[in-house]
């Protein structure tokens, strides 16, 4: 009989380590899920984040550029009001010499 008890007990120690390893099991799977669900959220907040990140970047750059242009376009302002007013300076100066000239052939012609 002592042998049938051995089986037994061995049988109720399987039968333990089983339910054991059962249990472990649905653990480990609990804890997958779990590691799952949390890797999930994480590269949702991730991906949002860098989602914001790189609109601010493009805000930030957009802004830059915008200061580049009107910056780029006040000095060309400059430089064109520079060279208008130099032209018009020439101009006047060559109508004036013209003038002095034109004045200058009246007079030698009544010399004459």
């Known amino acids: 009989m002592s042998n049938k008890k051995d089986t037994l007990d061995l049988y109720q120690v ?3 380590l089983n339910d054991k390893i059962n249990t472990n099991t649905i ?23 860098l989602k ?3 609109e601010d970047t493009q805000k930030s750059i957009k802004k ?3 200061r580049f242009i009107i910056e780029s376009n ?3 302002d ?8 130099n032209e018009i300076t ?13 004045v200058e052939r009246v007079m030698n012609s009544r010399i004459i």
Request: charged share 30%.
């Open 14 to 16: 399987l039968e333990v």
């Open 27 to 49: 653990q480990l799977e609990n804890n997958t899920e779990q590691l799952k669900l949390q890797l999930n959220e994480s590269k949702s907040y991730l991906l949002e984040k």
């Open 52 to 54: 914001s990140d790189i």
């Open 64 to 66: 830059r550029m915008d």
């Open 74 to 76: 006040e000095t060309l």
């Open 78 to 85: 400059k430089k064109q009001r520079k060279l208008v007013s």
């Open 90 to 102: 020439n101009l006047q100066n060559n109508i004036s010499n013209d003038m002095e000239n034109l």
